[in-house]
């Protein structure tokens, strides 16, 4: 069965827009953009459309691919001083020669709705964070919609990354799943994969996964296009779509996370 993204997107926009509308709240969130990137572009827009279709007012700030650590840190620092402005994304992957963390440790715990800074990946780890990061909180909703149960399952998670694999893997091993983090130094790669119940990747790197690493009926779940479509969908008893699959859910979860932290 393919997973549907946008369905499980709706429902949780409407659920947040009714919070908002009750509450009466007006917010704001900025998204930071540095450089010319055209599917980061693409990504923040799809955040845009959806924000303001709950009613968030949504704006971006851009800076050019050059711009310094520390003149980065210092506008990250005045957008995130503005009292009106309620929560800051900073869009990832940042160009190379930029501190990734140092600068995502700018954005205070009580706006970083992408729960990206260590102060907010600290809270979360410790089961201390109001809120989840986006992929997190992905996961947990395609469980819910189609009563997946982790405890007790196995779950390979492909990459270890901020966005992905170190939140998911760590979300999981609380619910209880055996997890198996597979990195490129990993060891018999396929045979972990092969026995996993769960699988969740998220290194951006095609045709990684292929139809010989999944075992029948697993769920797959595919961040980074990762997963040969074709194929795997044939065996999976669950699977994400190319499109339309785990992409509206994370904007969905974003503007959830901006409304959980205000509201």
Do not use: C
């Not at 993204?5 to 947040?16: C, F, H, S, T, Y």
């Not at 964070?129 to 996961?139: A, D, G, H, R």
């Amino acid at each position: 069965m393919t997973i549907d993204g946008r369905k499980i997107a709706q429902n949780i926009l409407d659920e947040a827009k009714d919070k908002l509308q009750k509450s009466g709240e007006k917010l704001r969130l900025v998204a930071v953009l540095v450089g010319e990137n055209t599917e980061l572009r693409k990504f923040i827009e799809l955040k845009k459309k959806a924000a303001e279709e709950i009613g968030i007012d949504f704006k971006i700030h851009e800076f050019p691919e050059d711009i310094t650590n520390d003149k980065l840190w210092k506008e990250l620092n005045k957008i995130s001083k503005v009292k009106t402005i309620n929560g800051v994304i900073i869009e990832l992957p940042l160009p190379k020669h930029l501190n990734t963390q140092y600068l995502l440790n700018a954005i205070p715990e009580e706006k970083d709705v992408d729960v990206l800074s260590q102060k907010s990946q600290g809270a979360f780890f410790v089961g201390k964070s109001k809120i989840l990061p986006p992929s997190v909180e992905t996961v947990k909703q395609i469980f819910q919609e189609y009563k997946i149960e982790p405890k007790g399952k196995t779950a390979a998670v492909f990459g270890y990354g901020l966005l992905v694999g170190k939140p998911v893997s760590r979300w999981l091993n609380y619910k209880g799943a055996v997890v198996s983090v597979i990195d490129e130094f990993t060891k018999d790669q396929v045979k972990i994969s092969k026995e996993a119940d769960i699988i969740i990747s998220g290194v951006s790197k095609s045709n990684l996964i292929t139809e010989d690493m999944v075992k029948e009926n697993a769920v797959v779940i595919d961040f980074g296009k990762d997963v040969d479509f074709e194929t795997v969908s044939k065996k999976a008893g669950l699977i994400t779509p190319p499109v339309g699959g785990v992409g509206p859910i994370v904007v969905a979860s974003v503007l959830k996370n901006l409304v959980e932290l205000l509201v």
